[in-house]
């Protein structure tokens, strides 16, 4: 029974994120709004960065955050329904403090498998099912699973993100160092987790999560990796253009427009 729950309950968490994840608002906003399709303009991306170019930055906000919503409430659901829902009078998954405080022996799911959920939500929002499998590049991934998992890391985040961006004006380049700047910090997070630095009560999670929610240990630190990774390639193109000098720059954190190098 524990074998067959612990295969089974991860792939309907990863399915459950990848069919939200697949879900896309760009296209039918800019086919109603503005008789465009994203995907046939600037750099043919359904994403929220190439919709901000296309019809503003209105229209990134609310594409940005539609991306952001998809990827995080498929985490919470899985989250809520796992450790709050009985299964048969028992929850099948501890709570993140219990986890913490190692008290998760009685429980059918030992481990956060609500994250498959979030990796489920990102293979989703790169492999849209829903329109031909041509998505993002997963920054919206990222943001909205580190603002919504750690405030600390989030800010850890957003202070690498316009350091790179004020310096180098690249976005692709910014959210690439972001993604591996926040990969290394969960790694550590998770290494001191491992070696018991910090005692297993509710009050210190505070420094780091949102109180305590979601368990952020090594397979936090995994799916910030596998993040990263994917982020990197998927920008593979983008890479080549700062190579090149090619890369368009932003000016708008100066307080300008936006233009091209």
């Known amino acids: 029974m524990n074998i067959f729950v612990n295969i089974l309950v991860p792939f309907i968490c990863l399915a459950i994120g990848y069919l939200m994840g697949s879900a896309n608002i760009s ?31 209105k229209y990134f906000l609310i594409v940005f955050f539609f991306d952001v919503f998809k990827t995080i409430s498929p985490l919470y659901i899985c989250w809520a329904i796992l450790t709050f829902v009985p299964f048969n009078g028992q929850h099948l998954l501890p709570t993140a403090q219990e986890m913490y ?37 997963a920054a919206s991934c990222m943001v909205g699973i580190t603002l919504t998992s750690s405030w600390l890391f989030g800010v850890i985040g957003a202070l690498s993100y316009f350091t790179v961006l004020k310096k180098s004006k690249y976005v692709s380049l910014s959210s690439i160092v972001t993604s591996w700047i926040n990969a290394t910090v969960t790694w550590v ?34 799916l910030m990796t596998i993040i990263a990774v994917v982020l990197t390639i998927r920008h593979r193109t983008n890479i080549g253009r700062i190579k ?4 368009r720059k932003v000016t708008w954190v100066d307080g300008k427009k936006a233009v091209k190098d």
């Not at 994403?47 to 930055?57: D, E, I, M, Q, Y």
């Not at 030992?110 to 959920?117: L, T």
Request: hydrophobic letters at 40%; one cysteine or more; a positive charge.
């Open 27 to 57: 296209i039918p906003l800019g086919k109603l709004k503005f008789k465009q399709d994203p995907r046939e303009y600037g750099s043919h991306n359904p994403g929220a960065t190439n919709c901000g170019r296309l019809w503003g930055k």
């Open 101 to 137: 405080r190692g008290l998760n022996s009685d429980y059918l799911i030992q481990w956060p498998v609500y994250w498959m959920a979030a990796l489920g939500s990102m293979l989703g929002g790169i492999f849209p099912c829903f329109i031909g499998f041509k998505g993002g590049k």
């Open 189 to 222: 997070w998770a290494i001191l987790l491992l070696l018991k630095v910090f005692p297993g009560d509710k009050y210190w999670m505070f420094f780091v999560n949102w109180g305590p929610m979601l368990y952020l240990n090594y397979v936090y630190a995994i």
């Open 244 to 247: 090149d000098g090619t890369e």
